[in-house]
């Protein structure tokens, strides 16, 4: 194979093009949106309901409506952890899962939530 000389130089700069794009880091992808909640409470009895993320840079706004009442909280996120202070002694900590849904933990681990797009 005859491979010129700009051949080459072309060929080279696409790899490194292409290794520079490897070592990036890789931006998280965005959770905000609205979802579906479904849960179980500390007593085991299950709940659903909707939710409604907003993020703004690692600051995450979330606001739960789930039956007749509302909770509204703010938290951050780091990478696919995402810890939300909503007015109880405990946080709720969500990982996002490889399919978009955030599974979470509430109540000192003592209840559970996922969240469904």
Same mark, same amino acid.
């Given at each position: 194979?005859?491979?010129?000389? +700009?051949?080459? $130089?072309?060929?080279?700069?696409?790899?490194?093009?292409?290794?520079?794009?490897?070592?990036?880091? #890789?931006?998280?992808?965005?959770?905000?949106?609205? &979802?579906?909640?479904?849960? *179980?409470?500390?007593?085991?009895?299950? &709940? *659903?309901?909707? #939710?409604?993320?907003?993020?703004?840079?690692?600051?995450?706004?979330?606001? +739960? *409506?789930?039956?007749?009442?509302? &909770?509204?909280?703010?938290?951050?996120?780091?990478?696919? #952890?995402?810890? #939300?202070? +909503?007015?109880?002694? &405990?946080?709720?900590?969500?990982? $996002?899962?490889?399919?978009?849904?955030?599974?979470?933990? +509430?109540?000192?681990?003592?209840?559970?939530?996922?969240?469904?797009?």
């Amino acid at each position: 194979m005859n491979i010129t000389k +700009w051949g080459r $130089r072309a060929a080279l700069a696409g790899l490194a093009a292409g290794m520079v794009t490897l070592a990036a880091p #890789v931006a998280a992808q965005s959770i905000a949106g609205n &979802y579906r909640a479904e849960g *179980r409470n500390p007593d085991g009895s299950a &709940y *659903r309901g909707v #939710v409604t993320i907003r993020e703004e840079g690692a600051t995450v706004f979330m606001s +739960w *409506r789930v039956g007749n009442q509302s &909770y509204d909280g703010t938290g951050t996120r780091n990478g696919d #952890v995402i810890r #939300v202070d +909503w007015g109880s002694d &405990y946080p709720i900590v969500y990982l $996002r899962m490889p399919s978009g849904q955030l599974h979470g933990t +509430w109540a000192n681990g003592t209840a559970l939530e996922r969240l469904i797009r």
